[in-house]
């Protein structure tokens, strides 16, 4: 059984933690986080730290319990760090650029496949096969890497497509000839 819940959340000097009902904002030096916490998880905040208690243990309290916690951990780390994720272009004529707040993937497609930048995103485009997404919310990063690995992910025979930095892709066999 997990017991990440139980760890207590380190909240660093400069960042400041605020329970409003069950909205949770988290401030520090990169920006704000909001996010809505259920209300069965008790959350005790003093100088420096957070602790989170559960007042059963059911399925659903435990599963709060460790979730509540870690999706705290990440908006404190995100405000003070921030997170980031690279994709790499893999094939013949693949490509990428930015242009202004529209990401543009041509990437063996008949026609360029343009994708709006969310706002509180920044997205960098160092040479033209590779993408860095970063932000201060762990989950908006992720879900912009996701769509936009979504638009040509990668095959298992060529290993052509758009795959996360340090992603391993298996190349499969292809057909045998007589």
Do not use: C, W
């Not at 957070?50 to 007042?55: E, G, I, N």
């Amino acid at each position: 059984m997990s017991r990440i819940g139980y760890k207590t959340v380190n909240v660093p000097a400069g960042v400041e933690v605020k329970r409003d009902g069950d909205q949770v904002t988290v401030k520090g030096p990169k920006g704000s986080l909001t996010r809505t916490f259920s209300d069965i998880i008790t959350m005790k905040i003093s100088d420096g730290a957070v602790d989170f208690d559960r007042p059963d243990n059911n399925n659903k309290t435990r599963a709060l319990h460790g979730t509540q916690r870690a999706n705290l951990n990440n908006m404190v780390e995100g405000v003070v760090n921030g997170f980031a994720k690279t994709l790499k272009l893999v094939g013949v004529g693949y490509r990428v650029q930015a242009k202004g707040k529209t990401l543009v993937l041509s990437v063996g497609y008949s026609n360029p496949v343009e994708m709006a930048i969310p706002e509180d995103l920044e997205v960098k485009v160092p040479d033209n096969t590779t993408i860095n997404i970063s932000g201060i919310s762990k989950q908006e990063v992720g879900d912009f890497a996701a769509e936009v690995r979504a638009v040509r992910s990668p095959e298992p025979y060529k290993g052509k497509g758009i795959r996360y930095e340090n992603e391993y892709v298996r190349i499969r066999e292809g057909k045998t000839g007589k």
